[in-house]
C-alpha cells in the first residue's frame, strides 16, 4: 500500500520561510517522478514544483527563486523548501507521486 505523508505546514509571517516533507511508503521515491501541488480557497489546484527521476525540476513562474524542491533517497523523502513567503502562497499543499498517488495535504498560511 502506497502513503505519501506531507508534514512541515503551519502558520508563518510574510517574508519567512517553512520547509515541507512528504516521507513516503511502499513506493520508491528516486525511481519516481515526484510534485508539490497547492490548492488556495476557491481555486483549482495548481503545480508549484516537480522532480523527475532524474533530478530536473520544474517550477510555477509565481515561485521560481524562491521555492526548492528536493529528495532525500535515504529518507525517501522529498521536500519543498520555500522561502520569502507571501500571502499569496496560503493554500493546502499536496505531495503527489506521477503513478497517481496523493498526500492528504498540510496546510501554509502566511500572515501577519
Known amino acids: 500500500q502506497v502513503q505519501l505523508v506531507e508534514s512541515g505546514g503551519g502558520l508563518v509571517q510574510p517574508g519567512g520561510s517553512l520547509r515541507l516533507s512528504c516521507a513516503a511508503s511502499?513506493?520508491?521515491?528516486?525511481?519516481?517522478?515526484m510534485g508539490w501541488y497547492r490548492q488556495a480557497p476557491g481555486k483549482q489546484r495548481e503545480l508549484v514544483a516537480s522532480?523527475?527521476?532524474?533530478?530536473?525540476?520544474n517550477y510555477a513562474e509565481s515561485v521560481m527563486g524562491r521555492f526548492t524542491i528536493s529528495r532525500d533517497n535515504a529518507k525517501n523523502t522529498v521536500y519543498l523548501q520555500m522561502n520569502s513567503l507571501k500571502p499569496e502562497d496560503t493554500a493546502v499543499y499536496y505531495c503527489?507521486?506521477?503513478?497517481?498517488?496523493w498526500g492528504q495535504g498540510t496546510q501554509v498560511t502566511v500572515s501577519s
Open positions: 503527489m507521486c506521477y503513478r497517481g498517488y
Open positions: 511502499g513506493i520508491i521515491l528516486r525511481i519516481n517522478a
Open positions: 522532480i523527475s527521476s532524474n533530478d530536473i525540476t
